[in-house]
Structure formats: structure tokens, C-alpha cells
């Protein structure tokens, strides 16, 4: 048999569809491939397969046509001709047999066969068009695999949730459908009540591989209501699908014996980004999807193209797949630099072993390990960057050191933990920094919950606890308490509070020279310097290596620097940096006035500076997140210590 040669496509506007011939299940798999202008007003008809590649062992023929085979008859007199074909994984194989039809043929775009896998040059422009062609594709088929483990149970849950529930997944709230015929599913206190072999099909079903895949991100989310989810032969809405699994992950649940819960609350957690999926943007890239799964570094900016805003797609340079990914990466790091003015980016870096590029370009192809510094908002205040680049891989910035790491404690990952065990892992870490140093109950529950309190918002926040609940948390794991399930149920602010200190699983709590206490990334070591860099919001900890050079060890959270004190001083003592959320649920950075509660963006610090204001104001007044630029010799001479990092 003999290998489908491809004909090149006339140009970069032009894309290949497969049209399935009819057949049996059992028959072979005949496909025509047809080239086509693709028109960006969605007069195309077709459908587009969501799917996994799957192993490469075990490569099976697909059988390409160059003439027109309509009816399952001249289908099985044709087989004795001497097809071309393309060798392809195995599932691609198995979804073709699920989806042909066996009376009519259905016309589908793969990628696997629509684009000539072999040539690198072809798939950059194929690849850079993959969003449009999913958005604008009739339907989209998300192909999640042969009917196994009772998925076809599994599937009925979770379009019976679907059709229970309304989700806003924006703030992951459920209320009941239309029609709904138990409102009780919508409920957050309600337990979820299934016997072990309906939880046992939802957990293998929501364990399939489609799941962990980058590129079905986009595929899925760009669809339109149309998109369906197919099992072996059974299929759901897509709305309905991801309604059930947002109504599965915000549910409590009665664990039937036999059930492991962990496994089950791990997987959980690992879609929590999948259902509430949002688009994205390059700096949190590595939070969104760094746990999800491809086979090409490039693919880790390429897959996510049509999820980033229109200005951040322009960063990105035509997918190239001849291209090394390490040129790749410096470049778009390069790029975002130099198109916001800002160093936000080293926020979300961390320090990598052995990787081909700067320690202050993000390693896109790696699951982030930075530390959730959510209560830091501010630390530059709102000074604008101060960059430059002497040498091609030295980036130069401009901040103040402000300690230096003395000791560290290492806290243990509490993934797939229940309560008690939090708790116990906290309290022993807070026992042994307390028998080093005395520290005040305050500076602990600010350490240990990131400074992310209710009233870090305003509107103040549901779900988050307040600070005096914090400290009293902090005040039982420094007593004699013993543990009691009961003070941690759902209702109780306890749980809360517990909740955010278990997100600092796996860093390192961090005692400063200075006597600064704060979270800082696995890999800081004694020696590391604190500092507070003009247009970075959160502190990062640098690594001296001589000669002015530093390597960026990543983010911290110290609660001592966390809104410009390290630059400006302490803010006034009424006044306070919060998430201000408007009546859109837009959030932005803001000061408030706790007398008052008059809420303003101006940082008041910045009127002692001896800069005019005017401009800045007049741009605040149109975009909240505006910066100033200051002069770092107008700083030194306000008292600022400022200083050169050289970070490599």
C-alpha cells in the first residue's frame, strides 16, 4: 500500500478537509481529503475532532481516497483498490469508526490528517489558524475515547447535573436550571449522594487522557453551543457537560465506602481550571494550563494562541516549528517587557535547572512552582519600571534590597491531606519558627494566609476569612488545642482561614536577617536578597553570583513589603490597598480610606515626591492600573536606596 503523498496548499489562507465514506463499524477507515479556501465567515460546513493523539505504538492505516465514494457499497467493492494511505495513532482510528456513518459520509477537520504532519513548514501557518478553525467549525466533536469503565453511566451524570444546574463560572456559583427537578444540586450545603459505582465512573471518566491535553483548551472553549462529547457511542451537549462537572467539583459529597477520596478530590481539583476556564494571558499561562499536557515546548505559547488578548497574540511570532523553543520564549518574554512597561513578568518565574535561557524568562513548558503571593498587590507602589538590556540574555532593573535569608523551614505538601493533617503540619511549623524567634500573633496569620483576607476586597470577599479569624487560628495551633472535626465544618470561618494556609503547601516559610518573616519558593536558600523592584508588584527573592549578577529565584510573599513600604515607607494608618470589584465583577487595584470608606487610586504616598502629579492623575482617571515614571536618582534623593540587579 502505498503513503499518501500531499499536494501543497495554495497558501496560508487555505486548509485541508477529511470527508469520512460511509461503512460498517468494522469496516476500514476511507477518507477523501478535499483543500478549500477557509472563509472567516463561518459559510464552511464542517466539524472538527477534539481529541488526544495518544500513543505512538501500534500505528494504524487510514485510507485515503482520490475519488468519490458515496454509498457503503461502492465502499466495499473500492477496498479491493489500492488505496493510499496515512499511518496514524491508534484512538484517531477508533474515534474515525465512532464517528463514520454508515449510510452517509461526514466532512471533519483533524489535524492529524488535515495537516501534512511532516512538514514544518506547512504546520506553522496551519497551526497559527487552529483557533478560527475551531470557532468557526458547525460543531465541535471532543472525542473522549471507546465506551470503558461504566463511562456511559458516567456520561448520563453528568448531563442529568448539566440540566440541573446554572453555573456562573466566573464565580463558580450554581443555581437551579429552568425546569430543574431537585434544587437541592444547586445547593453548596447539600451533600452529593451516589452509591461507590456511580463515583467510581465518574472518576475514571473524568481521568481520561482528553482532559490533561494543551491544545483542547481552545478547542472546546472556542466552540460554539453545538459542541458535543463523545464517549464510545454515547454523546453530550458540551454546555450540559461542563454545567455537571462545575456542579461535581463545588459539591460535598457523602464518600461511599470503598471510595478513595483522595484520588477522587485530586482529580477534582486538577479541572478546577478546565471548567472555569477563562482566557488567559501570557503571564499566567503557567497557573492556567501548566499542568496540562503536549508533546513540543513551542505548543505551550502555539495551543493557547486564541484564548490571550489581541494585543498579546502580536507578541508572538508566527509559529515556527524549525525554530529553537528557547529563542522562542526570550523573545516573547523580550517583547512583553518592552510593550507594557512593566516587570511583572519575573513575578512568574522560577529558578529551573539546566534550562537554555535567562533566569527572568519564564519556562513555559514547565507546570508553575511559584508561590501564591495573592496578598501582595503592591510592592512598587505604582513606580513604573526602570529596564535595560547590556547584554543580550542581562536583563538590568532597578530596586532595593531589603533583607537577606537567614534560615528557611520547609513545609510539606498537603495535597490529598484531610483537615486535621493540615493543621498538625502548620502548627508544628509555627511552634518550631516561634521557639527561634518570638513573633506576634499577627505577623504569623498574615504570613501563613498571604495577607488574603475578606477585607482585601470591597465588596468584601465570601469566601475568604477575616483577619481576627486568622489570628485565632493561629492562637489555637500555638495552645494545647486538639484537633475537633466539628470546629471545621462547612459554616465554620475556621475552615476557611485553614483552607487559605494550606495553599502555601511545598514552599518555604522564610526568616530574615532583618527579622522579616515570609513564603517564599522551594528553592530559596539562606544568602537570598529580598527585594523590592521598581515596576515588579510583589518582592522577589535574587541570588548573588558576584560581579552584580543575579539568578531570580522567584516571587515572595513578606508581609512587611507588600504595598510599597519597601519603597515609600508605611501607607497611612487608615488607609489600606484592596481589590476593588465593580458592579461588572471587573476587579482593579485600589486604596480605601477605612474611615470613610472613600475609595481612590492614587497611591498617597506619591504626593511627597517632588514630581508633578498632573499627567499620572489624568491617566489614573481613564485606566485605574496606570504607573508613573520617577527618575531612580529623584528617589535616591527622597531616601530611596536604590540599586542596579544585573539578573542572568
Keep these: ?256 465506602s470503598g471510595v478513595n477520596t483522595g484520588l477522587f478530590n485530586g482529580r477534582k481539583r486538577a479541572l478546577e481550571g478546565f471548567i472555569f476556564q477563562v482566557n488567559t494571558t501570557l503571564i499566567e499561562l503557567r497557573l492556567d494550563y501548566g499542568n496540562s499536557h503536549c508533546t513540543d515546548p513551542q505548543d505551550r505559547l502555539y495551543a493557547v494562541l486564541s484564548l490571550l488578548p489581541e494585543c498579546e497574540r502580536a507578541l508572538i511570532p508566527q509559529p515556527d516549528y524549525t525554530r529553537p523553543y528557547d529563542e522562542l520564549y526570550q523573545e516573547v518574554a523580550l517583547r512583553w517587557i518592552e510593550y507594557y512597561r512593566s516587570l511583572d513578568l519575573l513575578s512568574y518565574c522560577d529558578l529551573q535547572n539546566s534550562v537554555p535561557f535567562p533566569s527572568w524568562v519564564p519556562d513555559w513548558s514547565t507546570p508553575s512552582k511559584i508561590v501564591d503571593t495573592v496578598g501582595t498587590l503592591l510592592a512598587c507602589s505604582q513606580l513604573s519600571a526602570y529596564y535595560d538590556f547590556p547584554k543580550p540574555e542581562v536583563l538590568r532593573v532597578v530596586g532595593a534590597a531589603k533583607a537577606k535569608v537567614e534560615k528557611y523551614h520547609q513545609i510539606p505538601h498537603l495535597d490529598n491531606t484531610s483537615r486535621d493533617v493540615v493543621f498538625e503540619e502548620i502548627r508544628r511549623l509555627l511552634l518550631k519558627v516561634q521557639l527561634e524567634k518570638r513573633h506576634t500573633v499577627e505577623e504569623l496569620a498574615r504570613t501563613i494566609t498571604r495577607n488574603c483576607f475578606a477585607d482585601s476586597y470591597d465588596p468584601p470577599h465570601d469566601r475568604r476569612p477575616d483577619l481576627d479569624t486568622a489570628k485565632k487560628l493561629v492562637e489555637l495551633m500555638l495552645s494545647d488545642y486538639e484537633f475537633d472535626r466539628d470546629d471545621f465544618q462547612l459554616s465554620s470561618p475556621y475552615r476557611t482561614a485553614l483552607k487559605e494556609a494550606r495553599v502555601i503547601r511545598g514552599a518555604r516559610l522564610i526568616v530574615t536577617t532583618d527579622g522579616y518573616l515570609g513564603i517564599a519558593p522551594a528553592s530559596a536558600e539562606p544568602g537570598d536578597v529580598v527585594c523590592v523592584i521598581l515596576g515588579c508588584s510583589t518582592p522577589l527573592l535574587l541570588r548573588p553570583l558576584g560581579n552584580g549578577e543575579f539568578r531570580l529565584v522567584g516571587p515572595c510573599f513578606v508581609a512587611g513589603l507588600a504595598n510599597g513600604e519597601g519603597l515609600l515607607g508605611p501607607l497611612p494608618e487608615n488607609i489600606r490597598v484592596v481589590i476593588a470589584i465593580d458592579e461588572d465583577g471587573k476587579e482593579e487595584i485600589a486604596f480605601k480610606d477605612a474611615l470613610s470608606g472613600e475609595i481612590f487610586h492614587e497611591d498617597p504616598r506619591l504626593k511627597s515626591l517632588p514630581v508633578d502629579l498632573t499627567d499620572f492623575r489624568q491617566r489614573l482617571s481613564e485606566d485605574p492600573n496606570s504607573l508613573i515614571y520617577i527618575e531612580p536618582k529623584i528617589l535616591r534623593e527622597h531616601g530611596v536606596d536604590l540599586e542596579y540587579f544585573d539578573i542572568v
Design 1 to 256: 500500500m502505498v503513503r499518501y503523498r500531499y499536494s501543497p496548499l495554495p497558501g496560508k489562507d487555505y486548509i485541508r478537509l477529511a470527508t469520512i465514506h460511509p461503512g460498517r463499524f468494522e469496516d476500514d477507515v476511507v477518507v477523501s481529503l478535499q483543500t478549500s479556501l477557509f472563509p472567516r465567515d463561518g459559510s464552511l460546513r464542517y466539524e472538527a475532532l477534539s481529541y488526544t493523539w495518544g500513543s505512538r505504538k501500534n500505528r494504524r492505516p487510514v485510507h485515503v481516497s482520490r475519488c468519490d465514494i458515496t454509498t457503503t457499497t461502492a465502499l466495499r467493492s473500492a477496498l479491493r483498490m489500492k488505496f493510499e494511505r496515512i499511518l496514524t495513532r491508534q484512538n484517531l482510528v477508533v474515534a474515525l469508526r465512532h464517528l463514520r456513518y454508515v449510510d452517509k459520509p461526514r466532512v471533519i477537520w483533524v489535524d492529524a490528517l488535515c495537516i501534512n504532519q511532516a512538514d514544518e513548514v506547512e504546520k506553522g501557518p496551519q497551526v497559527a489558524m487552529m483557533g478560527e478553525i475551531f470557532r468557526l467549525a458547525h460543531r465541535v466533536v471532543a472525542w473522549l475515547g471507546p465506551e470503558e469503565n461504566d463511562s456511559t453511566h458516567a456520561m448520563e451524570l453528568m448531563d442529568h447535573l448539566g440540566s440541573e444546574v446554572d453555573v456562573d463560572f466566573v464565580y463558580q456559583t450554581l443555581i437551579p436550571a429552568d425546569g430543574c427537578t431537585d434544587p437541592s444540586l444547586s445547593d453548596l450545603d447539600a451533600y452529593l449522594r451516589y452509591d461507590k459505582r456511580l463515583f467510581s465512573a465518574a472518576y475514571h471518566l473524568i481521568s481520561r487522557k482528553w482532559f490533561d491535553r494543551l491544545w483542547i483548551r481552545q478547542e472546546i472553549h472556542l466552540a460554539n453551543p453545538e459542541a458535543i462529547i463523545l464517549c464510545g457511542f454515547c454523546q453530550v451537549k458540551w454546555t450540559n457537560f461542563r454545567r455537571g462537572l462545575a456542579c461535581l467539583y463545588k459539591k460535598s459529597y457523602r464518600v461511599p
